[in-house]
């Protein structure tokens, strides 16, 4: 069984930054590939960032520029980093890892960006 641990979500001011992490334990297999995905009230999940096992990454566009993810393989752990965040960032943020081809996911953290 594979357990996560999500942290790093919080409120914080419009122009403030914030590091989500996430860590995998329990039976884990070789992770592939690793993302984060956000969920606002009222709309439907979509993708934040994704990186690959040998650190490639993809960023949805709204993330771009300001959002950086990244893993640690030696501790299964993936992060991100997000600065200048916005209002419309408000979302529970997931993470989701690829283990032989399945998705496992987090419960979520909530990151609130409001004055």
């Known amino acids: 069984q594979v357990q996560f641990v999500e942290s790093g979500g919080d409120l914080v001011q419009p122009g403030g930054s914030l590091r989500l992490s996430c860590t995998a334990s329990?039976?884990?297999?070789?992770?592939?590939?690793m993302g984060w995905y956000r969920q606002a009230p009222g709309k439907q999940r979509e993708l934040v960032a994704t990186?690959?096992?040998?650190?490639?990454?993809n960023y949805a566009d709204s993330a771009k520029g300001r959002f950086t993810i990244s893993r640690d393989n030696a501790k299964n752990t993936m992060y991100l980093q997000m600065n200048s965040l916005k209002p419309e960032d408000t979302a529970v943020y997931s993470c989701?890892?690829?283990?032989?081809?399945?998705?496992?996911w987090g419960q979520g953290t909530q990151v609130t960006v409001s004055s």
């Open positions: 989701k890892m690829v283990m032989l081809g399945r998705d496992y």
């Open positions: 329990g039976i884990i297999f070789t992770i592939s590939a």
């Open positions: 990186i690959s096992r040998g650190g490639s990454t």
